[in-house]
Antibody
Framework: EVQVLESGGGLVQPGGSLRLSCAAS????????INWVRQAPGKGLEWVSS???????YYAGSVEGRFTISRDISKATLHMEMNSLRAEDTAVYYC?????????????????WGQGTIVTVSS | ENVLTQSPGTLSLSPGERATLSCRAS???????LAWYQQKPGQAPRLLMY???SRATGIPDRFSGSGSGTDFILTISRLEPEDFAVYYC?????????FGGGTRVEIK
C-alpha cells in the first residue's frame, strides 16, 4: 500500500527549530516528488515546499531561507528542517506524494496524504 | 503569485441537489494544471480532480470539473450525505503552488 507518514511536530518557542519527517512506503522518492502543505487552525491550505524526484527543492516565499528539505532515499525518509520559527508557522503540516511521475520531476498535485503533524510555535 | 478565489464561501444545499463551485484565478492557468480537493473535519485533503476534468482514483462520476483560462468549475451532480465538506481548488502550473480559500458545502 502506498502511504506517507509524518512525524516530528510539537511545541516550540518563537525563534526555535523543529525537524519534521515524512516516511514513505510503497513507492520511491526517485520516482515521485513530495509536497509539504500546511493548514493553520481554522484556515485553508497553504503550500510550503516540495522536493522533486531528482532532488530539486522549491519553497514558498514565506519559508524560503528558514525551511530546508532533504531526503534519505535508502531509508525512504524525507526531512524538513524548520528554523527561526514564528507564531504564523503554527499549523498542521501534511506530507503528500505527487500524483504523477512527471517529465520535470515535479507535478504538483498530490494524491496520497499523511494524517498531518501539528506544529505549535508559542512562548 | 497566482491568487485563486473560490465562490461562494458557503453553499447550503440538500442531499440530491446539484452543487456548483467556482474557482477564479488572477492569472491564466493551463487546464492541465488545475486540481480540486475535498476535506472533511479532522481529515487530510483528498484529491478529487486533476488536470481540470480528470477524476482521481476512486472518485465517483457525480463529480465533474470544467473550465479554462481563469475560470474553473467543480460540479457535484447529486449531493450525497458524504459530500458535505470543504472543497479547495489548486493551481500547480507555476511555483508557488497556490490554493483557493475553500468553499464549504453544508446541509441546508
Amino acid at each position: 500500500e502506498v502511504q506517507v507518514l509524518e512525524s516530528g511536530g510539537g511545541l516550540v518557542q518563537p525563534g526555535g527549530s523543529l525537524r519534521l519527517s515524512c516516511a514513505a512506503s510503497g513507492f520511491s522518492f526517485t520516482n515521485y516528488a513530495i509536497n509539504w502543505v500546511r493548514q493553520a487552525p481554522g484556515k485553508g491550505l497553504e503550500w510550503v515546499s516540495s522536493i522533486s524526484s531528482s532532488g530539486r527543492t522549491y519553497y514558498a516565499g514565506s519559508v524560503e531561507g528558514r525551511f530546508t528539505i532533504s531526503r534519505d532515499i535508502s531509508k525512504a525518509t524525507l526531512h524538513m528542517e524548520m528554523n527561526s520559527l514564528r507564531a504564523e508557522d503554527t499549523a498542521v503540516y501534511y506530507c503528500a506524494k505527487d500524483l504523477l511521475t512527471y517529465s520535470t520531476g515535479w507535478y504538483g498535485a498530490s494524491d496520497i496524504w499523511g494524517q498531518g503533524t501539528i506544529v505549535t510555535v508559542s512562548s | 503569485e497566482n491568487v485563486l478565489t473560490q465562490s461562494p464561501g458557503t453553499l447550503s444545499l440538500s442531499p440530491g441537489e446539484r452543487a456548483t463551485l467556482s474557482c477564479r484565478a488572477s492569472q491564466s492557468v493551463s487546464s492541465n494544471f488545475l486540481a480540486w480537493y475535498q476535506q472533511k473535519p479532522g481529515q487530510a485533503p483528498r484529491l478529487l480532480m486533476y488536470a481540470t476534468s480528470s477524476r482521481a482514483t476512486g472518485i465517483p462520476d457525480r463529480f465533474s470539473g470544467s473550465g479554462s483560462g481563469t475560470d474553473f468549475i467543480l460540479t457535484i451532480s447529486r449531493l450525497e450525505p458524504e459530500d458535505f465538506a470543504v472543497y479547495y481548488c489548486q493551481q500547480y502550473q507555476r511555483s508557488p503552488l497556490t490554493f483557493g480559500g475553500g468553499t464549504r458545502v453544508e446541509i441546508k
